[in-house]
């Protein structure tokens, strides 16, 4: 296989020199002309049967798109997998998996918190006829029973940046599919699939968009369950945009570069920021990234009003730094004791680092920071967990100021 950096810009436009172009077309019809009935007959059967692409030219835009295509086929390669199927959203790519699962009467699933809080809702209201069981990793091979059709990690997860070992958990799964949410990590910093997890969930909106201008969801799987996926989108109608697609299509091909780039930065402002006596806690995953989250001593919503440069906005993954109070937004839909027990306290922030000058993205957080209350007596920072385990943060000694 080529280097990362190299399928990231190569993946998907393997055959554009061969056409006389450069830049990937965008093919925004929505049906195509064809005077072979039979043949195209022929194609929708064996979609029907299997859900693999039809063969020759398209057929409708509900059952495929080239353009939607092309991306799809560049994030299977960067995550390692035989195939990836595309939807309109995250959620709307979770939705499939779980529809997938609970048709073959598989409806119960096993989770780890916390997850992204809509991934959260939609287990536990059952909308799609699901049932949920929340444990921990340790408790993943008791809780499985013979209707379990699905486990669901996210790691690190939105918003904690908690850690799971994905080896462990894949084991303890047994023959049960593992689904990883990779959306913080990217295939940059980790490709779960090589850890054992047989699907992998991106919210395509964040970093492999990468500048907060397409709204998507992606699953990265082996053929059989990508047929299947495939199916379930076309009989729900979940689909791609066209133009979607060849934006996700330029995103990859700087993912790397704007992922290391934006972990440094992110790194630089968590060191600075378990050194402040004004946060409380530091969250930073063991495996880096563009993400952090903490608590602060004082009031949160008085930093959301106070930055200037930093943007306060839900999503993450932009070229621009955001910032959100998960309580408030991104996991208010969870119930207040779930949501707590996962450690996602009124206190924490959740801020998606960008590509800008970390010293000005300090700055402007300084300020909002401002004149927060200082507590000399426990500053705390991250610490990575024991493998297996969810992360977590632990005490650190106080550093004098």
Same mark, same amino acid.
């Given at each position: 296989m080529r280097a990362l950096a190299t399928e990231a810009v190569h993946a998907g436009r393997d055959d554009l020199a061969r056409q006389g172009l450069h830049a990937p077309p965008i093919d925004l019809s929505t049906t195509y002309p064809s005077y072979d009935s039979r043949g195209e007959a022929a194609r929708i059967d064996a979609f029907a049967t299997t859900g693999a692409d039809p063969e020759g030219p398209p057929v409708y835009g509900r059952l495929g798109n080239p353009t939607v295509a092309r991306f799809e086929t560049a994030l299977a390669r960067l995550?390692?997998?035989?195939?990836?199927?595309?939807?309109?959203s995250g959620m709307a790519a979770l939705s499939a998996v779980l529809l997938v699962r609970s048709s073959l009467g598989l409806r119960h699933v096993v989770a780890v918190r916390p997850l992204y809080g809509c991934s959260d809702h939609l287990l536990t209201a059952g909308l799609l006829g699901s049932e949920v069981t929340w444990t921990d990793p340790a408790g993943i091979a008791d809780a499985l029973r013979p209707d379990t059709g699905l486990v669901m990690v996210e790691s690190p997860a939105n918003p904690t940046l908690a850690e799971v070992d994905l080896r462990a958990v894949a084991h303890a799964c047994g023959s049960?599919?593992?689904?990883?949410?990779?959306?913080?990590a990217t295939p940059v910093l980790q490709r779960p699939v090589e850890q054992g997890a047989r699907l992998v969930l991106h919210s395509a909106t964040k970093y492999l968009g990468g500048h907060g201008d397409v709204m998507a969801g992606v699953v990265a799987c082996d *053929?059989?369950? #990508? &047929?299947?996926?495939r199916q379930v989108r076309f009989a729900t109608g979940g689909v791609l945009h066209p133009l979607a697609g060849?934006?996700?299509?330029?995103?990859?091909?700087?993912?790397?570069?704007?992922?290391?780039?934006?972990?440094?930065?992110?790194?630089?402002l968590a060191r600075r920021l378990t050194a402040d006596p004004r946060i409380a806690r530091?969250?930073?995953?063991?495996?880096?990234?563009?993400?952090?989250?903490?608590?602060?001593?004082?009031?949160?919503? *008085?930093?959301? #009003? &106070?930055?200037?440069l930093i943007t306060?906005?839900?999503?993450?993954?932009?070229?621009?730094?955001?910032?959100?109070?998960?309580?408030s937004i991104s996991h208010r839909i969870v119930d207040e004791g779930d949501r707590r027990e996962a450690g996602v306290s009124d206190r924490l922030l959740r801020m998606s680092v960008g590509l800008e000058d970390v010293e000005d993205v300090w700055t402007d957080l300084d300020n909002a920071l401002g004149a927060m209350p200082l507590r000399g007596a426990g500053l705390h920072r991250y610490a990575a967990p024991p493998r297996g385990a969810t992360s977590h943060s632990t005490p650190a000694p106080a550093i004098g100021h």
């Open positions: 995550e390692g997998t035989e195939s990836a199927v595309a939807f309109a049960v599919p593992l689904l990883a949410d990779n959306t913080f *053929e059989e369950f #990508a &047929g299947r996926l060849y934006l996700l299509l330029r995103g990859l091909s700087t993912l790397p570069v704007r992922v290391r780039a934006a972990s440094a930065n992110a790194a630089e530091v969250h930073y995953p063991r495996i880096g990234g563009a993400m952090i989250a903490f608590e602060v001593h004082g009031d949160p919503h *008085e930093v959301i #009003a &106070g930055v200037r306060p906005a839900v999503s993450l993954g932009s070229v621009d730094t955001l910032i959100q109070h998960p309580a």
